[in-house]
């Protein structure tokens, strides 16, 4: 998988930084959130650099579907869908993208208010 030396998501894949991985396969990762919203807040995220949605291509539609079948893999084996959980992908700076590296968070544990702030 082609990955971003710069990125600090990438440096997670790769273990040259530390996160408490909670699930990995061969197409994606998953680890806890630094800073946390909630008191579940996993990160998931494809072993490719892809910024971004919007820099997505028609060849990473199994790697983005990968994705949320790894979420609800995470959820099972936490438990999450019994009380439900929330699914958040920012995109862009301006809706609050801060890694420019794909990551679907999951969070869990609290009530949820809608709209989203
Ligand atoms: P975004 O704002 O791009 O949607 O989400 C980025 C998330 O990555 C934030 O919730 C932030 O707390 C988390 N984050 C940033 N740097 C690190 C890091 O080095 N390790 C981990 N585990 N999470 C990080
Ligand atoms: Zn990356």
């Not at 790769?14 to 946390?36: G, H, Q, T, W």
């Not at 995220?45 to 079948?69: C, N, Q, T, W, Y």
Request: proline share 7%; glycine share 6%.
């Amino acid at each position: 998988m082609s990955l971003d030396p710069d990125c600090i998501f990438c440096k997670i894949i790769s273990k040259k930084i530390p996160a408490k991985i909670v699930y990995e396969d061969e197409f994606a990762a998953a680890f806890e959130d630094l800073n946390p919203q909630a008191p579940v807040h996993i990160l998931v995220v494809p072993k490719k650099h892809i910024p971004e949605v919007h820099a997505m291509s028609a060849e990473d539609r199994e790697i983005v579907g990968h994705l949320f079948l790894a979420a609800k893999k995470i959820a099972d084996q936490k438990g999450l869908h019994v009380k439900g959980y929330r699914m958040v992908i920012n995109n862009g700076a301006g809706a609050g993208q801060s890694v420019f590296h794909i990551h679907l968070h999951i969070l869990s544990g609290r009530r949820f208010s809608w709209p989203p702030g």
